[in-house]
């Protein structure tokens, strides 16, 4: 009962930490458009240049931000135009070419899972990009936030796109085939495996002067390969519990506590607590395999049973 306990525990805390590590990942994702919107200035601001008086204008990033996620990662928030006129174009070019990307995103991933929910994915870039950028930003005629976001508190919305953007890739990842895939692949650390006997009860004619000794090699042999598998089994639950522990707790402290050093700290700990842990049930394992062979070489010599597979 205890060890479908464990492993029951185990199986949900890393179907867990899958979970907080993709969401992680999408969150990501949608901080990498705010390069998408800032290059759609740029992209759209040079195109109209280029048609209209044959020539590039000089367009730099002006401002610069801290990513929520990585401090030291430096995000894009503002365009401007040093050499060059400005147009609807380069106005309007982020927020066109973001969401003409989270589009191209969705058709894709419809195209290869045929989940319909992919459809959903452009919503919160189009949200984020009318709100944040044109009522709430930069990107109007008036190149400054409108009267109507601070009267309407529309800069809420910015926000609420960021989690819808994570919830329906989250929801599409749990119901794709990689998730499951990933699932099995780190539950198949701690699953279970059908131990079987090293040796079988063979048959032992009833008036075999040495059938006693026999039977007592062959349940000695089978004792130790079962002490064996018992220390296999506990070594891989050891295995499936450190990492059940490490990619919950931990990576959700390292991803939104941005406790990177705590966190850096416990995970070597515990590493090492499961090393010295591995090496002593390692030793434990040749000891018993030791004995093992030493029944078996006895049993061939003394009775004449072999009892190799």
């Known amino acids: 009962m205890q060890q ?12 867990i930490s899958i979970m907080i590590f ?4 999408f969150l990501s994702l949608f901080f990498i458009f705010y390069y998408v919107h800032e290059g759609g200035h740029i992209l759209f601001g040079q195109l109209n240049n280029l048609i209209l008086e044959g020539k590039l204008s000089k367009i730099v990033i002006s401002n610069w931000i801290n990513c ?20 609807l174009n380069f106005i309007f070019g982020g927020i066109f070419l973001s969401i003409l990307i989270s589009i191209f995103l969705a058709w894709m991933g419809y195209k290869q899972s045929k989940n319909k929910f992919w459809f959903l994915l452009p919503l919160p870039i189009i949200i984020h990009e009318i709100f944040g950028n044109y009522f709430c930003g930069t990107d109007n005629l008036r190149n400054s936030p ?17 989690w ?10 749990y119901k794709s085939k990689s998730y ?14 059908r131990y079987k ?18 039977i007592m090699y062959i349940n000695g042999v089978n004792r130790l390969s079962d002490l064996i598998n018992s220390v296999q089994r506990d070594t891989e639950n050891k295995i499936l519990l450190f990492v059940s522990i490490l990619s919950s707790g931990l990576m959700g402290a390292f991803l939104t506590a941005q406790m990177y050093l705590e966190s850096v700290l416990i995970a070597g700990i515990l590493f090492l607590i499961l090393l010295i842990a591995l090496v002593k049930e390692s030793r434990d394992k040749r000891k018993l395999y030791f004995k093992m062979n030493r029944i078996v070489t006895d049993a061939k010599e003394k009775t004449g049973l072999d009892l190799k597979q």
Do not use: H, W
């Open 146 to 162: 409108l009267a109507i976001c601070q009267e309407l508190s529309l800069n809420i919305f910015t926000k609420i796109s960021i």
């Open 180 to 193: 499951k895939r990933i699932c099995n692949f780190f539950l198949k650390i701690g699953k279970p495996k």
């Open 197 to 214: 006997q090293i040796t079988t009860l063979k048959e032992i004619n009833i008036n075999d002067p040495l059938k006693e000794k026999k």
């Open 68 to 87: 929520p996620l990585i401090p030291f990662l430096k995000l894009p928030q503002q365009t401007r135009i040093l050499e060059g006129n400005g147009s």
């Open 164 to 173: 819808i953007f994570v919830a329906i890739l989250l929801f599409i990842f």
């Open 22 to 25: 993709a969401g992680y990942l």
């Open 4 to 15: 479908n306990r464990l492993e029951t525990l185990a199986t949900v805390l890393i179907k």
